[in-house]
């Protein structure tokens, strides 16, 4: 709701300024230059993320995505110890961290989701340490082909978008460190002060 408003308030101030600056043409022209590269945009994105959910779908139906699953495993089971012996949630999870490896975000989510409600039966009403993790994890999110941002990057004129694979193995990297460190130290800082 908040965003909405903010976005909103945002426009609603671009077009005024735009109209008693005297630009009132050149704020038209850029609203409908704006919405043709949003469509194209669009298109765009779309094409690479069913391209990437074929690979998904084809890595979960040819047994990768399980092969995957047991080799995330141990990893997994140190950060989601609550879950360790709950396949189904496991699964789930790795599922989800498969996905933002690809770089599907859009895909993440909804197993993301999937995961959370089943951690969520075991704590209800109250978010429990696994789930705040999952929330760090999947929102931090190491990244080995960035294809949502190559995507935007190609639509964009990008001659060479996956040019950028070092700086974001790095980025993610730290991130996801510093995002499981920080949830790891809350987790105990509450716990104390409980």
Do not use: H
């Not at 408003?5 to 101030?13: H, R």
């Not at 929102?139 to 040019?163: N, W």
């Amino acid at each position: 709701m908040a965003m909405s408003v903010i976005w909103t308030g945002m426009v609603v101030i671009s077009v005024v300024y735009g109209l008693l600056s005297g630009n009132g043409t050149a704020v038209a022209a850029a609203a409908v230059e704006g919405a043709a590269a949003a469509v194209e945009l669009c298109i765009t994105m779309a094409g690479v993320m069913c391209l990437w959910m074929g690979v998904m779908e084809v890595m979960k139906r040819c047994g990768l995505a399980e092969k995957l699953s047991r080799l995330l495993r141990p990893i997994l089971c140190r950060l989601y110890p609550d879950f360790k012996r709950d396949g189904e949630t496991m699964d789930a999870i790795s599922a989800n961290v498969s996905a933002n490896l690809l770089g599907l975000g859009n895909a993440a989510t909804p197993l993301g989701i999937q995961a959370a409600r089943r951690m969520a039966r075991k704590s209800p009403g109250v978010a429990s340490d696994s789930l705040c993790m999952l929330v760090v994890c999947n929102t931090a999110s190491i990244q080995l082909l960035p294809t949502t941002v190559a995507a935007v990057r190609q639509g964009a004129g990008c001659a060479t978008p996956f040019d950028i694979l070092p700086a974001v193995w790095l980025a993610s990297a730290v991130s996801v460190s510093v995002g499981i460190l920080a949830a790891r130290v809350m987790s105990k800082v509450w716990r104390v002060k409980k």
